[in-house]
C-alpha cells in the first residue's frame, strides 16, 4: 500500500514522503506571495529549511526566515515575530517545524491583523468573537516532528511568563490552509524528541477517547491513532530511518489534534503547569504522567478501556493496556518518574493549584480537584502506581 494521499479532515493535508518539494504550490495556494518562515534556530541550521528556501527562490516567492522561537514559546517571540512580518511586508506565514515553530509561526499570522493585546484572545468562552477576523494572515504548515499536531489545529499554545502559564490562543481561522506532512522531514529527529513527541500524539488519542463526552468520530480517530503508536512508536525511536514508521506516527500526530477536539484530561492539565514551570518537554512530561493518570481514571474508564485492549490485540483489560503503556515507555526511555525529568516537589503546591484550573481538566473523565492532583503528582515523584 502506498503511504500517500490528500485529505481534507480537518483542513488540506498533503501527505507522503518526499512531498515538501510541493511547497511552492502550496504557498500559491494558500493565497501568499512574500511568506514569513517562522522556524526555530536548531532547524533554521538543518538541510530541510535550506532546501525549502530554494525551492521557493526556483519558483520566484520571496521568502525571509524568523527564528526566534524557544520550546514552551513565549509571548516575545511572537511580539518580534509580528514586527518581522509587518516590517518585512508579508502577506502569510510558513509555520515550519515542531509545535513551538507551528504555534508561534500560526499566532504571528493571527496577531497581525489585531489592535488588541494577544492574552485577549485565550481559548475562554467565546473571547475568540473579539478578534478582527480579516486582518488575519493565510498560514501553510511543514511539521517536522509527530506529536503536536498543532499543523491541523486552530489554536497556539504560548508560555504567559508573568504567571508561568501555558496559554491557548484560540481563533477557527488560525487553522493553516493546509499542511505538507512529509515524514521524510522526521527522519533527523533525535530519538529522544521522536520518543517524546510521539507519546504526546498517543497523550491526545488516549485523552480525547477517555473524555466523557458524545464524540463517536473522535472515538474512531483516536483508537486508530493508538494502534498506529502501538506499532509504530518503538520501531522509529530504534530507527529514526524507518520511514514506513515515521509515517505512521505522522498519522498518528494528525489524528490525536483531529480527535482531542472532544477533550484532553489530567495528563495534559498537570503536564502543561510543570512544562510551564520546570520547562520540561511537553510530550516527555505527558509520557512520564501518563500511567498514574490512567490508573486514577480507572474507575469511570475501565470497561472503555478493556474494548481499546481488545482492539489493539491485547486481552480485553485494563491491566493489559496499562501493561502495555507501561512497556512502550519503557521501550522509548521515558522516565518512569519526574524524578527522571528533572523535576522534584519544590513547585508542588503551584502545580497542584494550576493543574484543576487549566483548560484540558475539564474533560478527564474523573474530576480533577486539588486533592487529586497532589496525589496523582506524588504518585508520579515516588514511582507509585
Ligand atoms: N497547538 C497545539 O495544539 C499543541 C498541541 C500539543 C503541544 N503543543 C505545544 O508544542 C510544543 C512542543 O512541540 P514539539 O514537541 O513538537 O517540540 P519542539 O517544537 O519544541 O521541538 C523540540 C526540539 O526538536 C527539534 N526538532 C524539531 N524537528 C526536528 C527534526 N525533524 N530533526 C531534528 N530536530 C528537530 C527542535 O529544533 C527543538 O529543539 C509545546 O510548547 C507544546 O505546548 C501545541
Ligand atoms: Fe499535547
Not at 299 to 306: F, S, W
Not at 307 to 335: C, K, M, N, Q, W
Amino acid at each position: 500500500m502506498q503511504l500517500r494521499g490528500n485529505w481534507n479532515y480537518p483542513t488540506a493535508i498533503h501527505f507522503g514522503a518526499g512531498r515538501i518539494a510541493e511547497l511552492p504550490e502550496a504557498v500559491k495556494f494558500a493565497g501568499i506571495k512574500r511568506p514569513l518562515l517562522v522556524t526555530d534556530p536548531r532547524l533554521a541550521a538543518m538541510p530541510m529549511v535550506a532546501g525549502a528556501l530554494d525551492s521557493l527562490r526556483v519558483a520566484a516567492i520571496p521568502c525571509a526566515v524568523f527564528t526566534e522561537v524557544r520550546p514552551n514559546p513565549v509571548a516575545s517571540n511572537v511580539e518580534a515575530g509580528v514586527r518581522a512580518l509587518r516590517e518585512g511586508g508579508h502577506d502569510g506565514v510558513i509555520a515550519f517545524g515542531g509545535g513551538s515553530a507551528l504555534d508561534v509561526g500560526k499566532v504571528i499570522a493571527f496577531m497581525a491583523g489585531q489592535t488588541r493585546p494577544m492574552w485577549d484572545f485565550e481559548d475562554v468562552g467565546d473571547w475568540w468573537t473579539r478578534a478582527e477576523p480579516s486582518g488575519i494572515a493565510p498560514i501553510v504548515a511543514v511539521p517536522t516532528t509527530a506529536g503536536t499536531g498543532s499543523d491541523v489545529g486552530r489554536a497556539g499554545v504560548i508560555t504567559d511568563e508573568s504567571t508561568h502559564t501555558k496559554k491557548v490562543i484560540f481563533h477557527p481561522l488560525m487553522m493553516p490552509k493546509i499542511t505538507i506532512c512529509d515524514p521524510q522531514l522526521t527522519v533527523g529527529m533525535p530519538p529522544v524528541i521522536t520518543a517524546g513527541t510521539g507519546m504526546d500524539a498517543l497523550a491526545h488519542c488516549l485523552e480525547a477517547y477517555c473524555g466523557p463526552f458524545y464524540h463517536p468520530l473522535a472515538d474512531g480517530i483516536a483508537v486508530e491513532g493508538i494502534r498506529l503508536v502501538k506499532e509504530s512508536l518503538a520501531r522509529a525511536v530504534r530507527d529514526g530511518q524507518d520511514i514506513e514508521a515515521r509515517a505512521h506516527m505522522m498519522a498518528a500526530a494528525l489524528m490525536g489534534a483531529t480527535a482531542f477536539q472532544k477533550a484532553l484530561g489530567a495528563i495534559h492539565a498537570l503536564s502543561h503547569p510543570v512544562g510551564a514551570l520546570h520547562d520540561t518537554h511537553h510530550g516527555m512530561t505527558n509520557a512520564v504522567f501518563m500511567p498514574y493518570v490512567l490508573v486514577f481514571n480507572r474507575p469511570a474508564i475501565e470497561e472503555k478501556i478493556a474494548r481499546l485492549a481488545s482492539y489493539l490485540g491485547l486481552s480485553a483489560s485494563f491491566d493489559a493496556f496499562l501493561r502495555f503503556i507501561l512497556d512502550l515507555r519503557e521501550a522509548t526511555g521515558v522516565p518512569h518518574t519526574l524524578q527522571g525529568l528533572g523535576v522534584d516537589a519544590a513547585q508542588l503546591d503551584r502545580v497542584v493549584a494550576m493543574a484543576p484550573q487549566d483548560p484540558t481538566a475539564g474533560g478527564n473523565p474523573v474530576p480533577l480537584d486539588e486533592c487529586s492532583a497532589r496525589a496523582i503528582f506524588i504518585n508520579a515523584l515516588e514511582g507509585k502506581l
